[in-house]
């Protein structure tokens, strides 16, 4: 079973950016594709970004797109979730999670595929 940790959660000003890590443990990473997902205030869980393990391309909802980029250090175990230009509405709880999926290079952002959560880490988008 794959542990996930999240970090660098932090209050930032409209405008601003900040890097979200997902440190991975527990098994290898090889055919785990990873998302990331965000629930705000009084609102569901949302999908947010994914990235495939075997093809390593990348999915992002139409809110974030041109704004946050999904990447992973060369030594597969440590996700990034850069995030840039954040707006208010960009404030919530973020988790990233894994899926299993050995044959498809094509991830997705549905939460209910995901079997292994992290804890999340809070991101607070406010002037």
């Known amino acids: 079973q794959l542990q996930l940790v999240e970090s660098g959660g932090a209050l930032v000003q409209p405008g601003g950016s900040l890097r979200l890590s997902c440190a991975t443990s527990?098994?290898?990473?090889?055919?785990?594709?990873v998302g990331w997902f965000r629930q705000a205030p009084g609102k569901e869980r949302e999908g947010v970004s994914c990235?495939?393990?075997?093809?390593?391309?990348?999915v992002y909802t139409d809110s974030v797109k041109g704004r946050f980029t999904f990447s992973r250090d060369s030594g597969r175990n440590t996700l990034y979730l850069h995030m840039s230009s954040l707006k208010p509405e960009d404030t919530g709880v973020y988790y990233c999670a894994a899926l299993w999926n050995p044959t498809s290079p094509i991830c997705t952002i549905l939460l209910s595929h995901y079997t292994d959560w992290g804890q999340g880490t809070q991101v607070t988008v406010s002037s």
């Open positions: 527990g098994d290898t990473l090889y055919y785990y594709d």
């Open positions: 990235i495939s393990s075997i093809s390593g391309g990348t």
